[in-house]
């Protein structure tokens, strides 16, 4: 793991807790990065790309020099990472989608190597656009051939948030974390909501995680006086967790298909992003036949293009959708008239088929949406991120809300070729302004 900083800091001193669980599993990760890995390893093997870290909102929070030595120290602590025989019983347990052949690779070839993998340095950054003293603003860079690294992605940003929120903002404490998740939980299941866990990249820390799982398990089994047995059939369900290590711990089910790198990957590869939704679905579902991991994510090239590929067969075989940008009630409507207007799902069909949102999403914003659907005739499941997480207030006297960090790292480049996000969200997309003007004349996007 190469850096910029003088060697002095990387021996001082840290105020973050040396106890910290984080990334002390290799499973302490979201499950999509593992499916994407077994995925990448099948059909783009060997293939060079690289990852850059993002912080979308520096002016509001923003990691200190003096945080460098615990990061980097608990980075190279995931060389000591490998999958355990109990972890692979789990998984060839609870993800019998996962091969031998990637399980037996996973647990005894594959290692972290951030020595070679990471690059971390500083550069000079505004505080304010109307002055003109700067300030650092850490960037991280991940190099390698895409299995390889593919993992990095979810660990290091938890790692740089809970670095965040144990050397700079100390205003907290877990009091009442396990309460408001359950609160939280028991609203969602009483509504009839179902829901998973998703917080893992923005987590406020390891523990965090931790109590709100058992928080939102509690409230999720919470008996309510007077209530038959298909009244409590008729609510809502905590499905799952996206990370694989409280799943492993917790007896919980694991959620999680694919993220927008997949699609990003494949269109760089392809050298034209005009086929890269077809191609991308293709070869996924060539992974994992049957549907096996069947909710497709659509607004990488923005859900209009996507769309436009997502007809006839895919549309009536894939399980559903996944809305992560744009408005999620124009999302419903539109995908129920596309899903009715094609002759191969229709309206009938259409009530079988889900949208799993995980775009922003808050306990009202949830129920809001999940009664939408079931008023219109199509499932909806929700992946709750931030708001489970990072979801606190400052021990002041006014109890502020103490802001999660707006943190992503993104896929750059594959293949030698620059990799574009474009989003149903103008802010949320990413690329030079040349890659992304190439990228809409390849898809039609506006």
């Known amino acids: 793991m190469s850096s910029q900083t003088p060697s002095s800091l ?21 499950l999509y990065k593992f499916t994407m890995q077994q995925a990448v390893r099948q059909h783009y093997p ?16 923003r990691l200190p020099r003096k945080a460098l030595p615990w990061l980097q120290q608990k980075i190279q602590d995931m060389t000591k990472l490998q999958l355990t025989d109990d972890e ?6 609870r993800c019998p989608y996962l091969t031998k052949d990637y399980l037996d690779w996973l647990q005894n070839e594959f290692r972290f190597r951030p020595e070679d993998q990471i690059k971390i340095h500083w550069k000079d950054h505004p505080r304010d656009s109307q002055e003109s003293t700067t300030d650092d603003l850490i960037e991280i860079t991940i190099v390698g051939e895409w299995h390889h690294v593919i993992l990095y992605e ?10 965040y929120y144990s050397f700079v903002e100390r205003n907290w404490s877990y009091e009442g974390q396990f309460e408001a998740a359950k609160d939280k939980a028991e609203r969602l299941i009483l509504a009839g909501a179902k829901f998973a866990e998703f917080g893992t990249r923005r987590r406020r820390d390891y523990e965090t995680q931790r109590i709100v799982l058992q928080g939102l398990v509690a409230g999720g089994s ?5 209530e038959s047995l298909s009244q409590q059939q008729q609510q809502g369900l905590l499905t799952g967790t996206s990370n694989l290590h409280f799943a492993h711990t917790m007896n919980l089910i694991p959620i999680g298909t694919m993220a927008h790198e997949w699609f990003m990957g494949t269109a760089a590869i392809l050298k034209d992003a005009s086929q890269a939704n077809q191609v991308a679905l293709d070869r996924w579902a060539l992974t994992y036949p049957g549907q096996a991991l069947g909710i497709a994510l659509t607004d990488t090239f923005t859900t209009k293009v ?14 559903g959708v996944r809305h992560d940008s ?6 419903m409507d539109r995908i129920i008239q596309h899903y009715d207007e094609d002759p191969l799902v229709g309206p009938e069909l259409r009530r079988a088929k889900k949208i799993v949102f995980s775009d922003g999403l808050d306990t009202d914003l949830a129920i809001r949406l999940h009664q939408a659907a079931e ?10 991120g931030t708001h489970f997480t990072n979801d606190y207030r400052h021990l002041d006297q006014e109890k502020s809300k103490s802001p999660a960090m707006n943190i992503v790292i993104k896929l750059h480049s594959c293949a030698g070729r620059e990799c574009v996000k474009l989003s149903d969200d103008p802010g949320k997309e990413s690329g030079s302004v040349e890659a992304v003007s190439e990228l809409k004349q390849q898809t039609g996007a506006e």
């Open 306 to 319: 996507f769309l436009k590929t997502f007809r006839g067969a895919l549309a009536r075989d894939w399980t």
């Open 46 to 61: 060997n293939t060079p790309c690289d990852y850059r870290f993002t912080n979308r909102s520096p002016q509001l929070a």
């Open 375 to 384: 008023s219109k005739g199509i499932q909806a499941s929700f992946g709750i």
């Open 222 to 226: 919470s008996p309510r006086l007077g």
């Open 88 to 93: 692979r019983l789990f998984l060839e347990t």
């Open 10 to 30: 990387l021996s001082s001193g840290a105020s973050c807790s040396a106890e910290s669980k984080a990334c002390t599993s290799i499973l302490d990760n979201d």
């Open 154 to 163: 979810v660990p290091i940003l938890s790692l740089v948030s809970e670095a």
């Open 326 to 331: 744009g408005d999620p009630f124009e999302f």
